[in-house]
């Protein structure tokens, strides 16, 4: 398949969609919710790691079946556009905006905060490290698809190799009594802490963002989501089994479990490869969304849902070069808020979680009416809108951010686009 001189290059194989896949859900889930999880629902919170390794497969499939039958930029954007019209699907350019804006500076201080676990940083430092790895995720992006391809593959093989050392070397601590008593705080904790842990799964829709830059959309996007959610799943519920069998979640303050897990290992040692452990991650799943959620950009500035100049490629790499700045800068006054407003991590994890869900109540709508009636190609994005309906309540008065922002853009493509559906 050769690359539209007009249009982003197609240099995205099945390894690399993997990859993509991997680092855009394994990101900051996998270091701190099993901690937070377990704090809120205590040995139960397993059952919600269970729960939604199941339920991510329908929307695994949803995006997949729809990016592959239709491969263009902008992922749930251009399905909305094309089932709801331009209002909705600017809308929910609008949703990814904030997701991205808001989530991108919270993840990266989780992983400053495990650095600052293993090594001594005050608060400011923390910041400026969070935003060092925004910045670097920028460059390499701003290079091209082919750079940011070979970086994300190295780097997802890194952390599939910390994770399974982090859950072997914790494996002989883990202590059936600690899984006593199951539901220390009833039942209705559990769905609290699914609505966090939902964040831990959001990403399967994030490599529908790159399905025009496929070589091969209709035969690899199956493939690689078949691989990438057995793996995913497997390594989610291992680290939270771990997490709650070695009590792991009451020490560090929940946010740096695997610090406490591998200080009880490796010693001193064990808190630093924690902290590149984290780095790892983060950065992984930063650089994927970095890729994914500019080209959302990139989309909805060609249809005018934001500002027209966004909406251009590079003549030397083809990536879309503004969006992207555009993308980094916003980034800039969320850190100054979270810093001086003193943002706590469960506040500033659950406003993009709203946003995300909100996005996936449109996407997996808009796979309902676009897959067809009957069978299961239907009833998977069936069964997906009906996990994002009732996971939406639990984000609790901060899913009124996403609201008013899914308004927000409603109103603007209403005055932009009169005439449009």
């Not at 390794?53 to 729809?66: K, N």
């Not at 699907?89 to 500076?105: D, H, K, R, S």
């Not at 969320?334 to 996936?360: K, R």
């Amino acid at each position: 398949m050769s690359d539209d001189p007009e249009g982003l290059k197609k240099a995205i194989k099945l390894r690399n969609a993997v990859a993509l896949y991997a680092s855009s859900v394994l990101g900051s889930g996998i270091l701190v919710l099993p901690g937070l999880a377990a704090r809120i629902a205590g040995p139960s919170s397993i059952l919600a790691w269970i729960f939604l390794s199941f339920a991510s497969y329908p929307f695994a499939f949803t995006f997949a079946s729809l990016s592959a039958r239709r491969p263009e930029s902008g992922g749930v954007y251009s399905f909305a556009k094309e089932t709801f019209g331009l209002r909705i699907a600017t809308a929910a350019g609008w949703l990814f905006a904030l997701w991205v804006i808001t989530g991108a500076p919270a993840v990266t201080l989780i992983a400053a905060s495990y650095l600052g676990y293993a090594f001594p940083l005050d608060r400011a430092e923390t910041f400026v490290i969070a935003f060092g790895i925004i910045l670097t995720a920028f460059v390499i992006n701003y290079r091209g698809i082919t750079v940011s391809n070979k970086v994300q593959l190295a780097t997802i093989g890194s952390i599939v190799a910390l994770l399974l050392a982090a859950i072997v070397f914790s494996s002989s601590s883990v202590r059936t009594e600690n899984f006593s008593p199951f539901f220390p705080n009833g039942f209705i904790p559990i769905g609290t802490a699914a609505a966090l842990i939902f964040w831990s799964y959001l990403g399967y829709e994030n490599v529908s963002n790159v399905a025009e830059e496929f070589e091969n959309p209709e035969r690899d996007f199956r493939r690689a989501i078949t691989l990438s959610v057995v793996l995913i799943s497997a390594l989610y519920v291992s680290v939270a089994f771990v997490t709650i069998g070695t009590l792991a979640y009451r020490a560090g303050g929940s946010v740096a479990p695997f610090a406490v897990i591998l200080s009880s290992v490796l010693g001193r040692f064990g808190a630093a490869g924690a902290a590149l452990l984290a780095v790892f991650i983060i950065f992984g799943a930063v650089n994927a969304y970095t890729t994914g959620m500019s080209r959302v950009f990139y989309a909805v500035s060609k249809d005018g849902g934001f500002p027209k100049a966004l909406g251009h490629l590079s003549e030397k790499t083809k990536v879309p070069d503004r969006a992207l700045i555009a993308l980094f800068g916003t980034t800039i006054p969320v850190f100054v808020t979270y810093f001086f407003l003193h943002v706590n991590l469960e506040t500033a994890l659950l406003i993009p979680s709203g946003a995300a869900i909100l996005v996936y109540v449109i996407g997996s709508a808009a796979g309902v009416k676009i897959l067809g009636s009957g069978g299961k190609i239907r009833a998977l994005p069936l069964i997906s809108l009906v996990i994002s309906l009732v996971m939406a309540p639990f984000v609790g008065l901060l899913l009124s951010i996403s609201l008013a922002v899914f308004v927000a853009g409603i109103v603007y493509g209403w005055y932009r686009m009169p005439r449009s559906k």
